[in-house]
């Protein structure tokens, strides 16, 4: 079944211990489409300048993705620069300039309205309910937003919240949303809000996945070479969701979820080994099998 | 099969955001034999001063711990006084006062001489040495540091680590000894000083576990009440030696190894629970069995 996103297009420029690249193809709704496509077909809804290449978009369109919500707006495409030290699950934002991003105020393509996995990225959360009032009748929604909103925009947000059934944080982030330091309890305190689940990411530290009956921790993959953690968090995302849209329809359970997770963070495992897209771009269905089948490896233990 | 710890014990005051301890009974030795005592029969080197509870050591005694390696010297015992903020997975020392084990100098009984199962734990590097030559033909031996150590008697540690065959470190310690960041690299640069296996503790991120040929990678139990973190990496390789030590006499096989992690991230998951070892005084067989399915539900998932 097919899989909504909107969020971020971008250029990034980034430095980690690993190296140095400037205005290289990003943005949450770049990394989450690409990660879902292995799984499901992707209908992308997000807006970049006039600046950004041909090329890509092409890509994206050769792979399931259906970029027909892509606005290409007058004007420079949205930038980020940041960089990394060692710890690489704290990126240091230098500069952000939102350019078309600013006015981005997006109409659901009518062929988008029937979708029925939505996952609303880090944008403004009046902009994800927006776009949610356009979807009839979604199956199933997740939401992810950054401490910007929490800040900035507290009650929009916590409607937006109402409204998901599963939201996809890091630990900061719902720490801070809710201002509850025990992730058990912040957890709770979100599904107090509406939601059901509560994704909690943890960098190299993996994914914790709470919901009203059980909890569900999964470890990052042991890498030996992390060159840019960039996109890690939406390429889970993506994978995750796109699990989920690629089942037969059926509400998922527990399990779902599990396996969900575990397609998730095979994806993200990849995106770090190279810069921007460039390790996205190339996998195989093979090669995110073998990546879960390694997760299976490292987590088994018999009792 | 018997099990033999070196290592201290301990007068701790502890502040964490849940409350204030005076001078309650610490150490690592302490936390590691009475974790180990609910799987093997420990035996115990330290050192204490004449103001050391009675009660306490008849305590241990009453459980499967011999005692008759714990030397109680003229003087006060060892003390630590320290604080965590919300942040558990770091202490914040205040205050060391080594008293009797400055001069901590010990010398095996006859009666310890042959046992099998061997954990040093986090002392001078040299008195590990010391320890470890006195005991006839170890079948298993495993060592803790802390940084301290690393940056004091670097040599003396590196010798004494390439006697071992597994080391329990955590993150910072396993960096800083290797000069390696990537957890990876630096458990494989350990390793070919001697050791075949690397633990490294993550606090409430869990345990990875790294050999030769495999991974391991465990939660910690997600909880919703931690009231002191002191003694949990202690009570972590009491589970996991003790485990060990359980067994038939067999080599440990690698899925022996990691239901041993899952014995110590199960009972030390119960001493975070309250100050001091009040929790780890009192578990059941039936508690921590439970606790270890718990952890098989928390990360199971089906392919």
């Known amino acids: 079944m097919s899989l909504l996103v909107v969020g971020s297009m971008a250029f990034d420029s980034i430095r980690s211990p690993f190296g140095e690249v400037e205005k290289v193809v990003g943005g949450s709704a770049t990394y989450f489409s690409l990660a879902a496509s ?9 807006v970049v300048g006039t600046d950004f290449p041909a090329h890509t978009i092409r890509m994206l369109s050769a792979r399931s993705i259906d970029t027909r919500g892509l606005k290409v707006a007058d004007g420079e495409t949205f930038r980020w620069k940041g ?21 981005f105020a997006p109409v659901l393509p009518e062929e988008y309205r029937d979708t029925p996995y939505v996952f609303l990225g880090n944008i403004d959360p009046r902009i994800q309910m927006d776009m949610l009032s356009q ?9 992810d937003t950054m401490n910007y909103w929490i800040e900035n925009s507290p009650g929009p947000l916590r409607e937006a919240i109402g ?3 599963i939201v996809i ?26 939601p059901t689940r509560v994704v909690i990411k943890r960098g190299e530290y993996g994914v914790l996945h709470l919901s009203d009956g059980a909890m569900f921790a999964a470890p990052a993959y ?30 998922p359970g527990e399990m779902d979820y599990r396996l969900a997770t575990m397609f998730g963070s095979a994806i993200a495992s990849f995106t770090v080994e190279a810069f921007s897209t460039e390790r996205l771009e ?22």
């Open 38 to 46: 292995y799984l499901a077909p992707v209908r992308l809804v997000s």
């Open 83 to 103: 960089y990394y030290e060692y710890d690489l699950n704290t990126a240091h934002t230098v500069e952000t300039e939102l350019n078309v991003f600013r006015d």
């Open 135 to 143: 979807v009839r009748n979604p199956k199933l929604v997740a939401l």
């Open 163 to 165: 409204k998901a059934d």
């Open 169 to 194: 944080f890091n630990e900061s982030e719902l720490r801070e949303i809710s201002g509850e330091y025990n992730l058990v309890k912040a957890a709770r305190a979100v599904m107090s809000w509406g």
């Open 222 to 251: 042991p890498l030996e070479t992390i060159f840019d953690p960039t996109g890690a968090g939406d390429s889970f995302a993506g994978g995750f969701m796109g699990y989920l849209a690629s089942r037969n329809g059926s509400d």
């Open 282 to 303: 190339n996998l195989s269905p093979g090669d995110i099998a073998s990546r879960v089948d390694a997760f299976r490896a490292l987590t088994e233990f018999r009792v």
